[in-house]
């Protein structure tokens, strides 16, 4: 989920100035370029899942205790969705800002690895020991990632006992969040788009 996010809102940043020979010399609607590459990341996202699926079929045949197999794994749709609409509206962001701030390539990367840090991947919060409601925790709670991979975790690894590990208020969260993102880029990317082939 992380390196899906990682890598399609980079790729997407640097769509427009990537592909600047082309706009020069063909129009094409210009939304197309961070569209594409973020399609296209999202579609090897989705074949790098089947391994997950085949990983988790394999354990379930030789371990004792395997992963259960129940109707909550549907729910990995949704946090993927809303995943794929923020990577969409900060792809389109990013592509805007690349184009006149050349800089914001170097500041995404150093943010990004910030942001692997501070996103649930290699631990969950419980392991930390922080205070329900503490600061610490609700300032890793304002990272979206933290609820999209929290909640597809919970849908993975939980089962039965989904309900009681989803965290509502995190999920319309993420999904305000996603729809704001989304928003912001396109507009932000129509309004300037015009302006594009006088600075790449």
Known sequence: LYDFYSQS???????IRGNASIIKKVYVPKYIYPLSVILSTFVTFIISLSVLALVIGFFNI??????PITPAMFFVVVPILILFVMCLGIGMLLATLDVFF???ENIYDVFCT??????????TLDKLNFAEGSWQTSLLKINPLYGIIDMFRAAVLHGNEFMAYLDVNLLIYCSVFA??????????????????????
């Open 62 to 67: 030789i371990k004792k205790d395997p992963v």
């Open 102 to 104: 050349k800089d914001v």
């Open 9 to 15: 809102t980079k790729r997407a940043m640097k769509s």
């Open 114 to 123: 910030l942001l692997f840090y501070g996103t649930p991947i290699v631990y």
């Open 179 to 200: 729809l704001v993102m989304l928003v912001t880029g396109v507009f932000l990317f129509y309004k300037f788009q015009d302006k594009f082939i006088l600075h790449i």
